[in-house]
């Protein structure tokens, strides 16, 4: 394996883009004897000529194109690697994931993150949606620094800290055409059971799997996400329960009907920014305890669930 020099690398650059070692030399400070020096021993490294001269002008040989267009990579490479440890020696944070449900709408995050861009603009940030428990899951078993948009319904154990984001109300919603649309209210789960249920899959990979707002015995259509679900209740293939912040638009334009339901939550659902309980100041962390403070500010307002 050949051990290329970044030094090196960077003469030769500079001499492709002088076609010239003296100019190149007056670029770099350097003496025009010690970059032919450089470009002998790469040229001897490589096996290949790099340059032939045309009239007092050096062409790239069809090697030295190929070897011009690495180096720019490697160059690039190192600089951004050397920007981002100089960034992370001065307390820059190395990543940042965030386990983020469904329910919240991904334009309220990217919205967030637009905002704090330039903070973090060297810090690697890991962004999962998930369902139900998953958000939960992900924090305890630490595969994310911040659940944002869970319950306390069933929390796991541990020392965990919460801030309430706000609440969120459940309609109980179908497709206009669908044969539930015209029964009297309130519906029962007897008169509802012999319909099909779309139901959003629990990403939770270790902690115990919940469903929400169907029926025991009831058929279902599983399917990845709130978004998926709320296509496929359009689309008149079942019904369900579903965030009124996210179907506002289509309850607006007669696209879903909703409709009272004995089965369905009386009460608005709280849901909660949750952390681990370590002060992400003494840990070291001060981009991450910035970023709670952003979510935490913008919870003062409806932001996340409108």
Do not use: C
């Not at 001897?44 to 690495?70: C, M, Q, S, Y």
Request: net charge neutral; hydrophobic share 40%; no cysteine.
């Amino acid at each position: 394996m050949i051990n290329l020099d970044l030094t090196q690398l960077r003469s030769f650059v500079t001499i492709a883009e002088s076609r010239s070692l003296n100019q190149a030399a007056r670029k770099l400070n350097r003496t025009a004897s010690t970059l032919s020096y450089q470009l002998a021993e790469l040229e001897k490294d490589l096996g290949h000529k790099l340059f032939t001269r045309l009239g007092r002008h050096l062409e790239l040989t069809p090697f030295g194109a190929i070897v011009l267009e690495e180096a720019e990579t490697l160059i690039g490479v190192a600089q951004a690697g050397a920007e981002r440890l100089t960034y992370l020696s001065q307390g820059g944070e190395h990543r940042i994931r965030l386990a983020i449900s469904d329910l919240i709408a991904p334009e309220r995050i990217v919205e967030l993150l637009t905002t704090t861009s330039e903070r973090y603009r060297l810090t690697e940030i890991i962004w999962s949606t998930e369902v139900l428990m998953g958000a939960w899951d992900a924090l305890a078993s630490r595969r994310a620094d911040l659940a944002i948009g869970v319950t306390t319904q069933a929390s796991p154990p541990g020392d965990y800290r919460l801030h309430l984001l706000g609440t969120a109300e459940f309609l109980f919603v179908m497709s206009p055409d669908h044969p539930l649309a015209q029964e009297p209210e309130p519906l029962t789960p007897n008169v509802v059971r012999p319909y099909r249920a779309v139901a959003a899959t629990d990403s939770s990979r270790g902690l115990p799997t919940r469903s929400f707002g169907t029926l025991p015995g009831q058929l279902l259509l599983r399917v990845p996400n709130q978004h998926v679900k709320r296509l496929a209740i359009l689309a008149g293939l079942g019904i369900g329960h579903l965030p009124r912040h996210l179907i506002q638009t289509d309850l607006a334009q007669g696209l879903l009907v909703t409709r009272r339901a004995t089965h369905s939550p009386q009460e608005p659902t709280e849901f909660y920014m949750a952390f681990r309980a370590e002060d992400p100041l003494k840990t070291g962390r001060p981009a991450l305890f910035a970023l709670i403070h952003e979510i935490i500010e913008r919870s003062r307002t409806r932001f996340w669930f409108t």
